[in-house]
């Protein structure tokens, strides 16, 4: 299995950056997906999820603001970021679950060490 998540870097508060996830190796459609984030010294803060059948959930901080997007044609994942402030800075994670009980693991308690994530990718939210 391999996650692999591109589209980070710098920008300003109130930009935009959309992240992609690449997903091979296991099966996609029909699988819940995540995003998670990671600021150092702290655990994995999930951000978004979305389900096979497209339905989409997201946390307090990113309503509103992000929109998590997947693409069962391509086994790709996105999460578009609008507005984005300093406090978004952090490492981006996606991840897929091959069970809902993984899959709630991954929402409600999210570590690297449940499902599969990928490497993460750097967002630098600053002016």
């Known amino acids: 299995v391999q996650l692999v998540e591109s589209g980070g870097g710098l920008v300003q508060p109130g930009g935009s950056l959309r992240l992609s996830c690449a997903v091979s190796?296991?099966?996609?459609?029909?699988?819940?997906l995540t995003w998670a984030r990671q600021v150092p010294g702290k655990g994995l803060e999930w951000v978004s999820g979305?389900?096979?059948?497209?339905?989409?959930y997201y946390a307090n901080t990113a309503k509103g603001r992000f929109t998590i997007i997947r693409d069962n044609a391509k086994n790709m994942m996105y999460l578009q970021m609008n507005n984005l402030k300093p406090e978004d800075t952090a490492v981006y994670y996606c991840?897929?679950?091959?069970?809902?009980?993984?899959?709630?693991?991954?929402?409600?308690?999210?570590?690297?060490?449940?499902?599969?994530w990928g490497q993460g990718t750097q967002v630098t939210v600053s002016s």
């Open positions: 190796g296991v099966t996609f459609s029909g699988n819940p």
């Open positions: 991840g897929i679950a091959t069970t809902l009980t993984d899959y709630s693991r991954m929402v409600n308690n999210p570590n690297r060490s449940v499902g599969h």
């Open positions: 979305i389900y096979g059948s497209g339905q989409t």
